[in-house]
Each structure stands twice: as structure tokens, then as C-alpha cells.
């Protein structure tokens, strides 16, 4: 379907899919992203896939114009593969051979399914239209199927396996196997060794998992050594690991992508100076290294725009105890220069700072004695400004400025 010029999506399902990929949060429930998830699979996966790779892997060469031309040569794949499925014929005593080779019970209610599996097999055999790359990216299986073979590494050839089952039978009883660094398609109680299209019984294994986690898979797949991808935005990365996290049933594997990622968002916020931000993701990071140099950070950045209260929240949270002594001192300061020597002195006092004590009575003394006029002349002129005297007194004496209160008790019994 057209889309517009304008648009970052080349057609309609990428627009869909990344509006799906966009709603995920950590909080987002597995089963609900899994059903809507096979329904994309089942619409698409093609889609799916590909857009994952532009999303969150970010090659550059995945531009709209290619990608449009991959859809294209996916559905000649599509097409290639109907038209010798519609001729592939197998007597079901076959399927019989292999489950009994395994020690395996065959369900001949599956026998539709493992006749697509097999025509897929025999399509995609190894050096007939398929040739195994390792680290592959998903677009080099997306040739055109009249030109060249069709190249990836085995979850994208697992992949390319679940997309052409799904033209023909419903993909959700289909599983995948995880043997070490490896991946494979299962279904009823068999494994389909797509890389070099043979049937399978593998014993030692990770654990097998619903279709929908071959999303996660490729998700946390290497990247293709061989392909230049751009930086990839920290709230993207974040939203991947968070998709691969949800679909996981293995989340210890995948919470180590997920608190890099958090990891890094905290970082991103951190340099645009959102610093709540930061600290939340800087704490589901689990991170205490992370969170104290964050909440250092922000203590100084605050500081520097003079929210003295924010900036000792942090530093109270950043564990360095000289920090929030040197912001204080700093508040000190601000109010000291600014002629709040009341506020400057009560911070001074809790510092232990005891000549600036003395300062700030001295400050306070000398902008009370700037009010009193320089015109005096006579006793009456003095009485009115009696109380002034009384005050300039008071703070002399607080501030032990003896001279000067010596001076003062002599002068105000003169008048």
C-alpha cells in the first residue's frame, strides 16, 4: 500500500509494526505482546523482521527505496515457493521413517504441516536456493530468488522458514529450539535443522520456546560485521531490549541487554541535564556506581544555577560527604554575596566556619550603619536613629566586634 513520500515507512505494515514495537514498556504484559505479535507474524513476518533490523540494529543501508525492493523479492521467494509447493507430493510413510529413526511418536494430524515443512526443506536446500553466512543480516536472504542465492545465518534462516509456513499453515504451534548458540525450528516433538534442511532430535538444549520468541532471538543477534550501521538512539535500544525482555522465557539471558540499555538511557538523560530521568533509569540498571556519579553530576549542575535545595538532594544521594559541604559552602557564599547574611551565616555556622561567622556580622553591622544618614549634626538628629544604634550594638556584640561595642554603649549613654 502506498505511503507517503514524506514517510520514514515503506509501506503501510511498517508503519503497524513500529507503532507495536513504540507501545512496549517493561510493564507491558508477555501474553498480550505475543498475541499481538503472532498476528503481525502471521500478517507479515517478513515485515516484522526487516523492520526490526532498521529499528534497532540501524544498518544504513536499509533505506526505504531498498527495503521496498527486499518486500519485493520476498514475495517472489513467496511466489517461487507456492508454485513448487503446489506441485511437492510426499507419501506420509516418509514422515513415519523419520520420527521412527528418533524414537519418536508421529501425529499424523500434523501431516499438512510437516508436508509444508519438508516441500520448505527441499525449496531451501543447502547450494539449491539457500547458502549458509554466518552473522548474516536478514536482508541477504531477501535476493531475488532468479539471480542468486539466498544467503543467512541459522535464526535468519529459521526466519525465512516460518515466513514461507506461514503462506500456507497456521504458525502458532510451530516452536524453536535453543541449543547453545545455535537455533532451530521445532515442531511436534521434531527438530527442523533449517541450515542444512534435515530433521533433528537435539538432546542437549537451552530450552524451547514459542515462535514469537524467534523476535527476541534476532533482536539480540550479532551484528553483521560486514554491514555499517549508524548509532543507534539509547531510547530505541532501550525499547528492543525491553521487546526481547517481555517475549524471553529465559530472562536471565536477555536482562543483562536490558539493564545496558537502561545503562545507557540513564547516560542520554544525563547529558540533556534530565536528571530525574536519569536516576530512574540509572536504578533499573541496577547500577549503585551509575547512580552515585549521576547524582553527583547533578548536584554540581544544580549548584551551578544556584537550586542550592536540589543540588543537596543529590549530593546527599551521590555518598560523598565533601560535596555537600562544598554546595553548602557555596549557598554560603551566594548569600553572603548577596546580602542575605542572616541565611549565609546559619550555613557558615553548620560548616564549623568560624571567621566567616564573624564576616557576616561584620557585613550585617556595615549595611545597617550605611542606612543611618551622614548629615547628623545634633543630639536630636541622633535619637532618631536611636534604635538603629541600639541594633548596630546588638549585632557587635553577637559578632564580637568589642571596639566597636565599646564605642556604641559610650555613645548611646551620651544621648
Not at 540499555?261 to 533509569?281: P, Q, R, V
Not at 543537596?312 to 555518598?319: E, P, Q, V
Not at 550555613?347 to 557576616?360: I, N, P, S
Request: contains cysteine; charged residues 25%; positive net charge.
Amino acid at each position: 500500500m502506498y505511503i507517503g513520500f514524506l514517510s520514514k515507512y515503506a509501506n503501510k505494515a511498517e508503519k503497524t509494526v513500529d507503532k507495536f514495537f513504540n507501545r512496549i514498556t517493561i510493564y507491558t504484559k508477555t501474553d498480550r505482546i505475543q498475541n499481538r505479535l503472532i498476528e503481525l507474524m502471521k500478517e507479515n513476518l517478513i515485515v516484522v523482521n526487516l523492520w526490526l533490523e532498521r529499528k534497532f540494529k540501524n544498518y544504513t543501508f536499509l533505506k526505504k527505496k531498498v527495503r521496498r525492493n527486499l518486500y519485493i523479492n520476498a514475495e517472489k521467494i513467496g511466489q517461487e515457493f507456492d508454485n513448487f509447493y503446489q506441485k511437492f507430493d510426499i507419501d506420509a510413510s516418509y514422515f513415519k521413517e523419520i520420527f521412527a529413526s528418533f524414537n519418536l511418536a508421529y501425529q499424523e494430524r500434523f501431516e499438512k504441516e510437516f508436508k509444508c515443512l519438508t516441500a520448505i526443506m527441499a525449496y531451501l536446500y543447502p547450494g539449491k536456493h539457500y547458502k549458509y553466512l554466518d552473522s548474516s543480516n536478514f536482508a541477504n536472504l531477501l535476493k531475488n530468488p532468479g539471480d542468486e542465492l539466498l544467503q543467512g545465518d541459522c535464526n535468519q534462516i529459521v526466519t525465512l522458514y516460518v515466513y514461507l509456513f506461514s503462506r500456507h499453515c497456521d504458525i502458532t504451534n510451530l516452536r524453536i529450539k535453543l541449543p547453545k548458540e545455535h537455533v532451530c525450528l521445532h515442531f511436534a516433538g521434531i527438530d527442523i535443522e533449517a541450515t542444512n534442511a534435515s530433521w533433528q532430535n537435539y538432546k542437549e538444549y537451552i530450552y524451547i520456546a514459542p515462535i514469537t520468541e524467534l523476535i527476541s532471538v534476532n533482536l539480540l543477534d550479532i551484528l553483521d560485521p560486514r554491514e555499517e550501521t549508524a548509532e543507534i538512539d539509547p531510547k530505541i535500544a532501550l525499547k528492543g531490549a525491553q521487546l526481547a525482555y517481555n517475549l524471553s522465557g529465559n530472562r536471565q539471558l536477555v536482562e543483562k541487554n536490558l539493564l545496558v540499555a537502561y545503562h545507557n538511557m540513564a547516560l542520554k538523560c544525563e547529558k540533556k541535564g534530565d536528571y530525574k530521568s536519569a536516576i530512574y533509569f540509572a536504578e533499573r540498571a541496577k547500577n549503585i556506581d551509575l547512580l552515585k556519579t549521576i547524582n553527583y553530576n547533578a548536584a554540581i549542575y544544580f549548584s551551578k544555577l544556584y537550586k542550592f535545595s536540589d543540588a543537596k538532594h543529590f549530593a546527599a544521594k551521590s555518598g560523598s560527604p565533601d560535596l555537600k559541604k562544598a554546595i553548602m559552602a557555596q549557598e554560603a557564599a551566594f548569600y553572603y554575596n548577596n546580602n542575605q547574611v542572616k541565611k549565609a551565616r546559619e550555613l557558615y555556622r553548620y560548616l564549623g566556619d568560624g571567621e566567616m561567622v564573624k564576616a557576616t556580622y561584620q557585613k550585617e553591622y556595615n549595611n545597617i550603619y550605611k542606612t543611618i544618614p551622614t548629615s547628623l549634626r545634633t543630639t536630636a538628629d541622633y535619637k532618631k536613629y536611636k534604635s538603629r544604634y541600639y541594633q548596630l550594638l546588638q549585632i557587635a556584640r553577637a559578632g564580637g566586634m568589642t571596639e566597636q561595642a565599646g564605642q556604641l554603649e559610650k555613645f548611646l549613654r551620651q544621648i
